[in-house]
């Protein structure tokens, strides 16, 4: 049997496979990138409104402040009095000192508070701070400078000593309340006069995400390999199947569906296939056409089902005495045709007697049965099967007439 088209299709059902197994992986390798990514972008913004929350919460510490003017505290051991405003302490009648805090002040020592416990930490800045000290970094100046540019908001994470940390910048707009220690700067109510940063720490919101993008990995790579895996054993079982059923088609286009030998048109294929090769090796080649003898009243008698296991019997006894390299068929109802190569005259009349009394010798399901035979040898003028099949019929004709349970040649 032809190999090709089962390599074809393997090549085929191959690419097949390598194509959908690609379209899966990079479609699975997507899904979990963006879930990654999703994730990375949920803990991004989770970090955004924490921050924008806390830097509400300073500004309204700063308003509550500055609807007072300020505020004043008992100037205690390690009180500093703000060297920026005028006038920032005052005696009470008891001798008691206060000082001012304003607005700014106030929020830097809150930041120092927060920054000591380790929460977070917060500054004003501004591009013409008052004080020195509240001079912006450089994001802070870069931020400073989108808020002039009209940006509302700015934000990123960099790294601080050696730790990811997300830092967020708002602007400050100035107020009524600003002006008695910033209007010899120049601002004008409504004008951005700086901002508020504020940054924490990220590392272990960092490692957690590092932690969650390994786990979405290995949950990726291993839901990846276990749906190609069944993708290939269900390809595999498929491809099987079909290459099975590819076969028994074969098988089925060229045996004969009662005795499972070739059917006619198969047979005369391999005959002109052995005539072709004994015309080029100028070898022998035998043909030997048989008949059963008395068919039709086996089948009046005994019925038809009778009739086909008989021929089914006589299939099998002529499968048993050929040759391996022996083509065996059902050539007509009754008739059954084998080719011989490389076989003279003298061995095709003796395999066609050898069967002629295996038949005879052994009756069918009980009924006694013979055969009748005519054999042909190929002939230098045999250019088709035809002329050698007719010769062999010739023989088989005579056989018929001569009594019948016997082989007969015919070198007409």
Known sequence: MNDMPLLRETKIYKTFVISVSLAIALVLSGIFLGMSIRTRQLIFDSSLAQARALFSSIVLARKWNASFNGVYVEKKEGV????????PDITASDGRVFTKKNPALMTR???ELAKTGGAFVFRITSLRPLNPNNKPDEFEAAALQMFEDGKE????????NEKPYFRYMAPLY???????????QGYKKGQIRGGISVSFDVDSL????AENTVLILVFAVTTTGLLLGLIYIFTSRLIQRVSDARVEIERMAI???????????HLLERFEEELERTKRNSSELGCILLDIDYFKKINDTFGHQIGDKVIVEISKILKSSIRAYDVLGRYGGEEFLI?????????????????????KEFPILGIPVTISAGVSNYQAADETIEKIIRRA?????????SGRDRVERSED
């Open 206 to 209: 960092q490692k957690k995400l």
């Open 255 to 265: 045996t004969d569906g009662l005795t499972d030998i070739f059917n006619r048109r």
């Open 80 to 87: 500093q009095s703000n060297p920026y405003l005028e006038d």
């Open 174 to 184: 100035v107020e009524e309340s600003c002006l008695q220690c910033h209007a010899k």
């Open 153 to 160: 908001e700015a934000f990123k994470v960099s790294v601080l």
């Open 109 to 111: 020592e809150i930041s």
């Open 339 to 359: 080719v011989m190569p490389d076989a003279g005259a003298e061995s095709t009349m003796q395999l066609a007697e050898r069967v002629r009394d295996k038949v």
């Open 393 to 401: 019929d010739h023989g088989l004709y005579k056989a018929k007439h």
